[in-house]
């Protein structure tokens, strides 16, 4: 166990070694160029090797073998303006971490008619920022990376095709700020833990496919993290449980000759999750739709995603017997985990470079969205006075290039 932890710490550093600010939440909208191009679709369209990260079962659609790796370079734009620490100055800092790599690694090679086996490596998840140059917003710092290891094995008969794929996650989660005691943090804990990916798909036709596809829970405990951050303003009843909440995913693809239309609905269980859930974190509903052209050697396609900020606020009025709580829970929430961009916009392509050998790429756009909080009894509590409130904007750029081989 002990070497398996220490591969995984090895790969997860070397493939995810900065924090990422996702879209959905703290996931990613899509995995995959294909994916991402289109909306973060895939549970019932069929992209190849790629679908050993979205729904396993689709992996009984390909031919042959195919390996893909690539990555995103993903620029997120987050910016706080808060008084909080003195109502008297404003500060204001756009987060440091700015650019982040994302590692994609799948493979599918078919056994026989009927099965075909298929791996995922793939960073899924994660979320931070960095204001360690700015004492006015504490010189916070958080860091949250996820990796997975998805091996597949995928069943299917002419019109149908069932996958399971068990998933060992790794996970690292680092938070740490500055206040009147000093600094407030442990540096960097880890984790592995165990779930799975189960999926089914449907042809209703030979141009028709309707798919399900159901993610577990991923219960991660990082060891003095999430409730020594909060110790240090006064919050109590927290854990160190993290839990990478459930999914639950509907597709339906359909192609009229070199087009394919192709959507998804998930739910995201943020609201079962432990630790999200105790930060007010709700279910979030996700709608992705996605049109692709395919024509001689390559492919061009566009998309949309949209996912509700999953971050409710606690009761924030200044007469509220828990104003304190819960104004610094929203504060936690808005400072250092911003995940509340909603609408995404994608476009992307893909050439075939030799008859085996195919470039993918793909744009994510997600529009600035802003927060503002109460934070009048933090500050009070802080032995301030007078009003104050907390700010964020994010905004989001991300960029896929993916190299696709069949043999």
Request: proline share 3%; charged share 15%; no cysteine.
């Amino acid at each position: 166990m002990k070497k398996t932890r220490l591969a995984l710490a090895i790969a997860a550093t070397a493939m995810a070694s900065t924090p990422v600010l996702a879209t959905n939440g703290d996931n990613l909208i899509g995995l995959g160029a294909q994916s991402r191009a289109l909306g973060g679709t895939g549970t019932a369209a069929f992209f190849g090797s790629e679908n050993a990260l979205t729904n396993p079962a689709l992996l009984g659609k390909s031919q042959g073998t195919e390996f893909a790796i690539g990555g995103t370079l993903f620029k997120p734009d987050v910016k706080a303006t808060s008084n909080v620490a003195n109502p008297a100055v404003e500060a204001s800092q756009t987060s440091d971490n700015d650019t982040n790599i994302i590692p994609e690694v799948s493979l599918s090679t078919r056994i026989n008619e009927n099965w075909t086996f298929g791996l995922g490596i793939f960073g899924s998840a994660g979320m931070g920022v960095d204001y360690r140059d700015n004492d006015g917003l504490f010189n916070g710092y958080s860091n949250l990376q996820l990796m997975k290891f998805a091996p597949t094995l995928s069943y299917n008969d002419k019109r149908f095709g069932i996958g399971l794929a068990p998933v060992i996650q790794y996970g690292a989660l680092d938070i740490n700020y500055k206040n009147a005691s000093g600094t407030i943090g442990n540096g960097m804990s880890s984790d592995i833990a165990y779930g799975y990916n189960l999926g089914g798909y449907f042809d209703i036709t030979s141009d028709l496919t309707v798919a399900l596809s159901y993610q577990s829970a991923i219960d991660m405990k990082y060891k003095d993290q999430i409730t020594t951050a909060a110790a240090g303003f006064g919050l109590t009843g927290f854990t160190d449980h993290l839990e990478q909440p459930a999914e639950i995913k509907a597709g339906v693809a359909y192609t009229m000759g070199s087009f394919m239309l192709t959507a998804d609905a998930k739910q995201i269980k943020w609201g079962d999750a432990k630790g999200y859930k105790d930060f007010n974190w709700k279910d979030q509903n996700v709608f992705g739709v996605g049109a692709k052209y395919t024509g001689n050697g390559y492919w061009a396609g566009i998309g949309y995603n949209y996912g509700e900020d999953p971050i409710d606020k606690l009761d924030e009025s200044n007469t509220n017997p828990s104003a304190y709580a819960n104004q610094a829970t929203n504060m936690f929430n808005n400072h250092f985990f911003p995940g509340i961009v909603e609408s995404h916009f994608t476009f992307g392509g893909g050439y075939s470079l030799t008859k085996n050998l195919a470039l993918d790429g793909a744009i994510v756009y997600a529009p600035e969205v802003s927060k503002t909080i109460n934070t009048t009894a933090v500050t009070a509590g802080l032995g301030g006075s007078g009003a104050s409130e907390h700010e964020v904007k994010h905004s989001q750029m991300g960029y896929t290039l993916s190299l696709r081989m069949n043999f």
